[in-house]
């Protein structure tokens, strides 16, 4: 039975992070609000999120139906899924070396979402644009370097791997870099102008997944979903400054 | 040999989340930076954070020794734990539907962070009251209730459970989910004043949490640190207010 992955049709997002992994592992899956038809669409998508539907409905997409089952978060759908579609260390405790950086990662998107919307999701952009360029010009200064130093670290430092993040193999963590970088390339072009200078193992780390066989078939399908406004990583050049 | 917990010693913070779940089960832990002594205490600590000590080293505080393994990340550390101090549900699927649920309650913590800190972690809240106002005004009147509804079907719906959110008997996303109401009340207090009307079947988790043996013991002990202006719920009274 396929995997059925429940997010917003129009945006990358956070269902970015699982479609990822299942393309890169070839795996059989059904981008269900993106197709149309019964138990298909938005419609379908709405409905697991409404409280009553499942008795551990989700709080929020992106969601994963795995038979029975229904999982939330992408950092746990990652974690379940890893080891299934081969994309997870062997080695048990390294799993959960991986899933702590995969709530780093977490936590960094969840900051570059409150860039643009520090104030609230209720509120448009346009509504709270003079405060997401002060915590813009926060993020480009202290955190940006900070995580991304601390992910370089990891890279260049990773006992058993070979440019790996954990492990001696790919796993959906280093498919999650390549996609924080991608992201924040596009919203902030000018802030990352020396990234691949300054963090050389992540720039390798980049180039290598972008080269991925599968990968590199699904960035160029209609399947991927261009960068846009209403996702997570928005380029507003009024946000984007040089980091000094 | 015992767990070793290392957070910042003078708060609840993130570390409560970790130190409940020790304390419920009765496990032999050292709550490393609050002790003196050789590894001991703050240089402890911060030497753990300090890229190069550690291939795998953490983000951020807290972070879990257990041997050799470090973990970081309250969701991570409790997944690896949980089975561990009979802290989780046996069946292996409910433990991803705990994760994703404790995972929720985190994006629900984060959010409370920023309802004192949305422009900067870098900045002093003095320097960000008026979008914190901003920030908190919708908090209260959109994510609360939204976080709370969704928590308050968990408890309703669980088909295990007897008042448990997660499967059978308790863990520590019951635990989490009480030190989260717990906090709330102080952070807010006028926020929360019809939480136990709304919010029935958590209003009883709390309680019972709360009752029991090791849970009330801690709770009355020193190892306790009370809430402080210091921590993730700050109890700034310009920033709470009644719901509606």
């Keep these: 039975v396929a995997y059925e992955l429940y997010y917003w049709p129009g945006l990358q997002g956070r269902g970015e992070f699982i479609r990822l992994a299942l393309e890169d592992s070839g795996a059989d899956y059904v981008d269900v609000a993106r197709r149309s038809g019964k138990d298909r669409g938005m419609p379908a998508l709405l409905r697991g999120l409404k409280n009553g539907s499942e008795p551990h409905s989700p709080f929020a997409p992106p969601y994963l139906k795995d038979g029975d089952w229904v999982l939330s978060q992408v950092a746990n759908i990652l974690m379940y899924l890893g080891?299934?579609?081969g994309l997870a260390p062997e080695d048990e405790g390294l799993r959960f070396i991986a899933n702590g950086v995969q709530l780093t990662i977490a936590d960094m998107v969840g900051e570059v979402h409150d860039s643009h919307h520090p104030i609230a999701s209720a509120l448009y952009y346009e509504d709270q644009k003079k405060e997401a360029k002060a915590r813009s010009a926060s993020?480009?200064?202290?955190?940006?370097?900070?995580?991304?130093?601390?992910?370089?670290h990891l890279v260049s430092h990773n006992p058993d791997g070979r440019g790996e993040t954990v492990g001696a193999s790919i796993s959906y963590v280093d498919l999650s870099l390549f996609q924080l970088m991608e992201g924040l390339a596009y919203a902030f072009p000018r802030a990352l102008k020396k990234f691949d200078a300054n963090y050389p193992h992540l720039a390798n780390l980049r180039e290598s997944v972008r080269a991925r066989p599968n990968i590199a078939r699904y960035l160029a399908s209609e399947r991927r979903i261009p960068f846009n406004e209403t996702g997570i990583f928005r380029h507003y050049p009024e946000l984007d400054q040089e980091p000094g």
């Design 83 to 85: 080891p299934k579609i």
């Design 139 to 152: 993020f480009i200064k202290d955190r940006i370097p900070k995580f991304m130093r601390h992910f370089e």
